[in-house]
């Protein structure tokens, strides 16, 4: 269940830089949980790539776009329209919303503050802004780094044209998915620069195919963070 800060902040629509309730240290320690951000453009292979790493190498994949659609589902969820629309629309859902959503998540696997279970994650295509970024590390977990997939908007386009006549999902249409484009080179490109200059930017050729990709992926995560990834 998302939690109350995040039904304050959608209650009173809420924009994405409406601060929420401070917190005097993050949920998670930084000793305990590893945190991956994972970003691209829609239709970069993010969620492809996190399945390899998953099962090579036992991260937990989170995305912050499913986990949204499954809170716009949820019968009974006072979030459903607020988010059915904004992704409709390809506009950010309140930070809020979606970082109380990431938390519990995060939770579920290593038995909240105190559960004592050790945690790494890939949080995929978040965070969408700076604000989002700030508010995550200061709240919930500082990141460890971001791996970027970098890829031409027509090889994406291509790629969700291609996706959208099976998936089923709203936003895969060719108006929704301009729109997103255009959100992610306004919104999230100043985080991925952001983390660049703090030297916590993996950047990934995502043109190729998901197996070379991932051969690049693989080597330059266990650069970082050593062979095997135990983090």
């Known amino acids: 269940m998302v939690k109350n800060r995040a039904a304050m902040a959608a209650r009173q629509n809420a924009s994405p830089e409406l601060p929420a309730p401070p917190k005097s240290t993050p949920t998670f320690s930084p000793e305990d949980v590893a945190v991956i951000f994972v970003l691209g453009g ?29 809170e716009q589902d949820r019968p009974g969820s006072e979030f459903g329209d607020l988010i059915r629309n904004n992704i409709k629309e ?34 995929d295509g978040f965070p969408r802004k700076m604000d989002q970024a700030l508010f995550f590390d200061e709240s919930v977990c500082p990141s460890r780094l971001t791996l970027f997939f970098d890829c ?14 099976t998936s089923g999902r709203s936003d895969d249409n060719i108006e929704s998915i301009k729109k997103r484009f255009r959100v992610f080179v306004d919104t999230s490109m100043p985080v991925v620069d952001h983390f660049d200059k703090e030297g916590k930017v993996i950047k990934v050729n995502a043109t190729q ?22 983090i």
């Open 90 to 123: 390809g506009i950010i859902v309140p930070m809020e919303v979606t970082v109380a959503l990431l938390e519990n998540a995060m939770g579920e696997t290593v038995g909240g503050k105190e559960g004592g279970k050790k945690g790494k994650f890939l949080i």
């Open 152 to 165: 031409p908007e027509d090889v994406m386009l291509a790629r969700l044209l291609d996706r959208g006549k």
């Open 42 to 70: 829609p239709g970069s292979g993010k969620g492809t790539q996190c399945a390899k790493l998953v099962a090579d190498y036992g991260f937990t994949h989170l995305s912050a776009g499913d986990l949204l659609r499954a």
């Open 209 to 230: 195919s998901p197996d070379e990709v991932y051969k690049v992926v693989r080597t330059e995560l266990e650069k970082r963070l050593g062979k095997g990834m135990g």
